[in-house]
């Protein structure tokens, strides 16, 4: 578990210095970051749940670069969109990178939910993942646009503030977020369902993300009005996510 922790160290280091750079080095930190977020998320999952479940992650990895590639060539589901050649090696025109980023978050987000409902049954585990995991893009993709990562053919229409993104990508990551949520339903077996104390360093990367984001939106990138929607939106599972450990810690000895 101490290299998750260190892992996850790294990467709000690596974060933190994302504001205070520009350009190369900036571009370089956003890949940084997805490679220590996947391998904490990775490391974490094999640690506490076993390789089929980290096996299961890799899947998510796969199947998000497939989507990614499936949106950059028929604008489903996303809409009409392209990478720019500033995020390393790219299959189909996709940075390989992005589809490391979908496991990344889709791990710490399923475990949100998991302690957010830790006895629901599928159907509301799955929906309370998938929207964790969807909502993230409220933060993502303004951030990204912004940076000149990628962008869209047609914008159109789009939330209040965020001219750069359409409103029909956000629906699109809610379908694949569903389908990813549903994905780790299956992998992971019913004993492992349940949260654990061994979950604290997901629920921090969560948490991280969620605040994190919401700073440097509103006061180092210029970006007040995805710091609004992304904390409204993101909210919905971070913030019963943090009452929730607050009031009641899972116990050491929970399963």
């Known amino acids: 578990m101490r290299a998750v922790w260190a892992l996850l160290a790294a990467l709000v280091a690596a974060q933190i210095l994302y504001p205070l750079t520009g350009g ?5 930190l956003v890949v940084a970051t997805v490679l220590l977020g996947f391998g904490a ?35 489903f589901p996303f809409g009409a969109y392209a990478y720019a050649d500033t995020l390393g090696p790219r299959a189909a ?19 949100a939910a998991a ?31 912004a940076a ?3 962008r869209w053919a047609d914008p159109h229409p789009a939330l209040p503030g965020v001219p750069g993104v359409p409103l029909g990508n956000y629906a699109g990551w809610l379908l694949v977020a569903a389908l990813v949520a549903t994905l780790l339903w299956v992998a992971v077996p019913p004993p492992d369902r349940a949260p654990c104390a061994a979950d604290a360093p997901m629920h921090a990367l969560y948490l991280w993300t969620y605040a994190s984001s919401v700073l440097a939106h509103a006061a180092f990138l210029s970006l007040p009005a995805s710091a609004a929607w992304g904390a409204l939106g993101m909210g919905l599972v971070a913030v019963p996510l943090a009452v929730r450990l607050w009031r009641a810690p899972v116990p050491a000895e929970a399963t």
């Not at 309370?128 to 969807?134: K, R």
Request: charged share 10%.
């Open 148 to 150: 000149g990562h990628w």
């Open 24 to 28: 190369g080095p900036r571009a370089a």
């Open 41 to 75: 998320s990775l490391c974490h999952a094999a640690v506490t749940r076993g390789v089929r479940v980290a096996l299961a992650l890799c899947a998510v990895a796969v199947a998000g670069l497939g989507v990614e590639v499936l949106g950059v060539h028929t604008g």
């Open 115 to 145: 302690r957010v409902l830790p006895s629901a049954r599928g159907p509301a585990r799955v929906a309370v993942a998938g929207v964790a995991l969807a909502t993230w893009d409220l933060f993502l993709d303004p951030q990204m646009i």
């Open 93 to 111: 025109g996709v940075p390989m990178v992005i589809g490391l980023a979908w496991a990344w978050m889709a791990w710490p987000a399923w475990l």
